[in-house]
Each structure stands twice: as structure tokens, then as C-alpha cells.
């Protein structure tokens, strides 16, 4: 069965750049969420699109934005980057289906800021 | 603010050894429970999600019960490939994010 995917795998930056991280949902899932998993921690909430609109939002610095395009795919976009925002980061998918949805994980994306 | 408490934080198991895994939770009302296997690096991978209280589900040597205040996770005869961190999550009526607890990591000895 089809899983969700995350590019890139790994990604190595430096303090101040930029970085973009891409999600593609199950096919025919229509709402994505995006995690962040530090070092020993447990996945904290960053945001989520419904139908390509912004629905929840969580603990998201201002400097990252994240949207959902018409194919549903979505990017979280990183500015200013800070030794702190090394992590995981996890995109989740769940199907049409409002009220108790199962979210779907991807195999994340490892950031490193240097 | 929901909140999801897991206990042990580690368990160390033989193989053949059942035992439980808690999850305690907080939440103003309960869309819904989940439980989930992570193994080191990667993606949580779903098992489970419990909607009320007196739910049961089961896959294979795990089985996840549901009362109004807590879940548990039960591991009969485990494996040493059962050995992961599971993680327990709630999602409240405001919203679909999910909150995690912190997991309980357990280890599966040949």
C-alpha cells in the first residue's frame, strides 16, 4: 500500500539559511499534519491543511510557513534557521473522513543546522 | 490542554514475558486514541485507535484496551522484534492534532 512521502531524507543546513521540506499524502488523502520530534522527545504539533486551507495550528515559530497545494502535496518552508531547529520532522496524512481520524506518518525528515 | 502521561518509560522484557503499557490522559472530550510503534529514526507507525470507553483491538500479540481515564497496551508472549518505543496520543473534540505522550521504550531479550 502507498505510504506517505518525505523529501528530502536528510538535510544538512547552516544557522540563517533556508530550508524547504515536501510531503505527499496517501493518494486520495485530502488532510495533512507536520510534526517536529526532537532528540528523546515525543512529536510536538506544528500545523495542519484541510482541503488546502490552514485548519489547526500548533507550537510553529514564525519563521517556518507551510502550505498545501492543489494536489494536495504540501511544503513546510524554514527560514532564519537556529542550532534548535534540528530534528525530525514528520509529515502525517488521514482520509476524508472527519471525526477521529487516523493520521499516517512518513519516514521524516532529518534536519541538521550547523 | 490535553495531556497523555505513559508509564514505564523503559521496559526491559524476556522473551515470552506478557506485560501492560499505561497510557493516562487528559483531555476535554475525546475524539479519539491512538497508539503507535516508532522504531529509532523513523516514522510512528499506526496500530490502533480507540473511540470510547470498554473498546478493545488487537493485532497479532498486541492488544489495546480504553477506559475513560487511561489505555493500556498489552504485550502477550512478545518477541524480540516486538522491541520499539510506543507511543500513546489523544485527539480532543477543539481539534485533529494529535498530542503524544512520551512513550515507554521496550526492549524484547532473546
Known amino acids: 500500500a502507498a505510504g506517505v512521502i518525505q523529501s528530502p531524507r536528510h538535510l544538512i543546513k547552516e544557522k540563517r539559511e533556508t530550508a524547504t521540506l515536501k510531503c505527499y499524502p496517501i493518494?486520495?488523502?485530502?488532510?495533512v499534519y507536520w510534526y517536529q520530534q526532537g532528540p528523546g522527545q515525543d512529536p510536538q504539533f506544528l500545523i495542519s491543511f484541510y482541503e488546502k486551507m490552514q485548519s489547526d495550528k500548533g507550537s510553529i515559530p514564525d519563521r517556518f510557513s507551510a502550505q498545501q497545494f492543489s494536489d494536495y502535496h504540501s511544503e513546510l518552508n524554514m527560514s532564519s534557521l537556529e542550532l534548535g531547529d534540528s530534528a525530525l520532522y514528520f509529515c502525517?496524512?488521514?482520509?476524508?473522513?472527519?471525526?477521529?481520524?487516523?493520521?499516517?506518518f512518513g519516514p521524516g525528515t532529518r534536519l541538521t543546522v550547523l | 490542554e490535553d495531556q497523555v502521561t505513559q508509564s514505564p518509560e523503559a521496559l526491559r522484557l524476556q522473551e515470552g514475558e506478557s506485560s501492560s503499557l499505561n497510557c493516562s490522559y487528559t483531555?476535554?472530550?475525546?475524539?479519539?486514541l491512538f497508539w503507535y510503534r516508532q522504531d529509532p529514526g523513523k516514522g510512528p507507525e499506526f496500530l490502533f485507535t480507540?473511540?470510547?470507553a470498554g473498546e478493545e483491538k488487537e493485532k497479532e500479540r498486541l492488544k489495546a484496551t480504553l477506559t475513560k481515564k487511561e489505555s493500556f497496551l498489552h504485550i502477550t508472549a512478545p518477541k524480540p522484534e516486538d522491541s520499539a518505543t510506543y507511543l500513546c496520543a489523544v485527539q480532543g473534540l477543539d481539534d485533529y492534532k494529535l498530542s503524544f505522550g512520551a512513550g515507554t521504550t521496550v526492549t524484547v531479550r532473546a
Open positions: 483531555v476535554s472530550g475525546l475524539r479519539g
Open positions: 493518494p486520495r488523502h485530502d488532510t
Open positions: 480507540l473511540y470510547s
Open positions: 502525517a496524512s488521514s482520509p476524508p473522513v472527519r471525526g477521529g481520524d487516523t493520521q499516517y
